[in-house]
């Protein structure tokens, strides 16, 4: 199986801030990435997916980029309602992997 | 309006079995695979399995965890995916959702409770 180590596991971060995310798969899996956010309680969503398409609906604050084992989620300027869990998942080979996780809270 | 609705979750005891179901609307619900994914309380997400369309022969892929255990199916006249779980274990205790291809949407969810 493909593991996806997401770091950091938990950040705290101001509102304006410019956030990064990073998620390294074990073995190259070209840009079948997406991001997706939840908050609590909530369903997941999807924000990014082929690693840099950035869904329909969502800020454009929101980036995506990499290919082959190195993805970043990029928020420019972190907003009030960006506070929450952010996953990768790679959907490249069986089984789909998550990374596990990333917790974006308020500093 | 694309829209997914789980239903059937609830508390069972350990060994016996339960069986999900996912109601889609608002696409053509025989053209996409459809997946599942679960969330134990406090913890990460992780796929459970996946069914493809009738186009790509309606085969099935599933998670080690739960492989043996667990079937997917689907109902393309019907719009519903299910997920037959038997010999529940107190570790698939979970929020199952399931999904469209491509991870989006996503319905809000079952609970499923596996305790004695």
């Known amino acids: 199986d493909i593991q996806m180590t997401q770091s950091p596991s938990a950040m705290s971060a101001s509102v304006g801030d410019r956030v990064t995310i990073t998620c390294r798969a074990s073995q190259g899996i070209s840009n079948y990435l997406a991001w997706f956010q939840q908050k609590p309680g909530k369903v997941p969503k999807r924000l990014i997916y082929a690693a840099s398409s950035l869904q329909s609906g969502v800020p454009s604050r929101f980036s995506g980029s990499g290919s082959g084992t190195e993805f970043t989620l990029t928020i420019s300027s972190l907003q009030p309602e960006d506070f929450a869990t952010y996953y990768c998942?790679?959907?490249?080979?069986?089984?789909?992997?998550f990374g596990g996780g990333t917790k974006v809270e308020i500093k | 309006e694309v829209q997914l609705v789980e239903s059937g979750g609830g508390l069972v005891q350990p060994g016996r079995s339960l069986r999900l179901s996912c109601t889609a609307s608002?696409?053509?619900?025989?053209?996409?695979?459809m997946s599942w994914v679960r969330q134990a309380p406090g913890k990460g997400l992780e796929w459970v399995g996946f069914?493809?369309?009738?186009?790509?022969?309606?085969?099935?892929e599933y998670a080690a965890s739960v492989k043996g255990r667990f079937t997917i199916s689907r109902d393309d006249s019907k719009s519903i995916a299910y997920l037959q779980m038997n010999s529940l274990k107190t570790e698939d205790t979970a929020v199952y959702y399931c999904?469209?291809?491509?991870?989006?949407?996503w319905g809000q969810g079952t609970l499923v409770t596996v305790s004695s």
């Open positions: 999904t469209r291809s491509g991870f989006d949407p």
């Open positions: 998942l790679q959907h490249n080979s069986y089984p789909p992997t």
């Open positions: 069914i493809r369309s009738k186009a790509y022969g309606g085969t099935t």
């Open positions: 608002g696409f053509t619900f025989g053209d996409y695979a």
